[in-house]
């Protein structure tokens, strides 16, 4: 069956190039039946597991398309040779099935109204070679995301491409980029009125600057949206809003108790997958001591300046001369055993003292500490 069906490619690879000839009683190729052919061949060769041949195939089929000035069919022929060459392991088969359906976006942009389609082939190569090439897969992702620049856009195209990035981001470790990626999508929700990812998007984010060790800059988004403003969407008077404040204080108090309860709240689990799991390595990286701010602003320590761009320096070593045991401590912070235990409620930053007035404003007493 399978040398049957060989045979059957190679005869329509002849029959291809016969209609691609042009001789003295044949002044143009006949692209229209070259075309057909080549896909009839891609389609054998694919039946009996040549996945690289069915893929030349294809892309001989585009070129025909292209001649026929057929840019969307163009297109789809690339986009199945993408899917034949996703079939072929490893690395170098990857990048090349990557590079087919960025070929194959190019192609659908040509077509007005296809941006959608553009899209989802850029979202497809970032996952092709996502494993092996950041670099090349940041740039297709990047592509992708640009189809989405306004809410009409965002509505149309849906909520995948959001989800792939972040996952994309979130896998390898680039906190930062995953937070820019919903500081650009926070407004478009907003726009949207959808109430519910404005306010999952400010808890990731939130969870987002804590892996990244930055407590300042997630205490500063969660103090710009707890009012429940306009742009908010009445964050402030919500079980998020709650979650966040625990989330917070667990870390700069070093709770560590606290922090893991956090992360176990259910409303964890209606966040996007990575950012949920994410929740969870704060508790495992706490435990580590992998957050080297965790707890600081409790020992009379610093907390980090990222947001801000500021480096945070080590203590010196000469501070740490002509200090008893009790002052080191406080320079230095709490140790691994210190941060496990539970913190002591009546010891808080000004930072904690302001966020726990206000969510007193919100929630009442029963509100300090979070919970």
């Excluded at 054998?44 to 996945?51: A, F």
């Excluded at 163009?74 to 990557?98: C, F, P, W, Y």
């Excluded at 320096?313 to 055993?337: A, Q, Y």
């Amino acid at each position: 069956m399978a040398k049957a069906r060989e045979e059957n490619a190679r005869k329509h690879l002849e029959a291809a190039k016969e209609h691609e000839s042009t001789g003295w009683f044949k002044w143009t190729p006949d692209w229209v039946l070259a075309a057909v052919e080549y896909e009839k061949a891609a389609a054998c060769y694919k039946q009996i597991g040549e996945y690289a041949k069915a893929r030349q195939c294809y892309e001989k089929q585009a070129k025909a398309r292209v001649e026929m000035g057929q840019p969307f069919s163009a297109g789809q022929a690339l986009q199945r040779a993408g899917e034949a060459q996703s079939n072929v392991d490893g690395k170098d088969a990857a990048i090349i099935t990557a590079s087919l359906y960025a070929r194959a976006a190019s192609h659908y942009e040509e077509e007005p109204g296809k941006e959608n389609k553009s899209a989802d082939m850029y979202s497809r190569a970032c996952k092709a070679v996502g494993k092996y090439d950041y670099s090349l897969a940041h740039g297709y992702i990047q592509n992708a995301l640009s189809y989405q620049d306004t809410p009409e856009n965002l509505r149309r195209q849906g909520q995948e491409l959001f989800r792939t990035a972040v996952t994309f981001y979130v896998r390898n470790q680039k906190y930062d980029e995953a937070t820019l990626l919903f500081r650009r999508y926070l407004p478009l929700y907003i726009e949207l009125k959808q109430r519910h990812n404005v306010h999952k998007g400010i808890v990731s984010m939130i969870i987002l600057l804590l892996a990244q060790d930055d407590s300042t800059g997630a205490d500063e988004v969660f103090m710009k949206y707890m009012y429940g403003d306009t742009e908010a969407m009445g964050f402030g008077g919500t079980d998020d809003c709650k979650l966040s404040n625990t989330l917070l204080s667990a870390f700069e108090n070093g709770d560590v108790p606290a922090l893991e309860e956090a992360a176990n709240n259910q409303l964890i689990t209606f966040l996007l997958p990575p950012v949920s799991r994410l929740a969870h390595t704060l508790v495992s990286m706490a435990k580590n001591d992998k957050l080297p701010s965790f707890g600081l602003k409790f020992a009379g320590g610093h907390k980090t300046l990222g947001s801000l761009g500021v480096p945070v320096e080590p203590f010196p070593v000469d501070l740490l001369s002509g200090h008893d045991d009790d002052d080191k401590g406080k320079l230095l912070g709490p140790t691994k055993t210190e941060r496990s235990a539970p913190a002591n409620p009546s010891v808080c930053s000004p930072e904690e003292e302001l966020r726990r007035q206000k969510m007193e404003l919100l929630f009442g007493a029963s509100s300090h500490g979070g919970g």
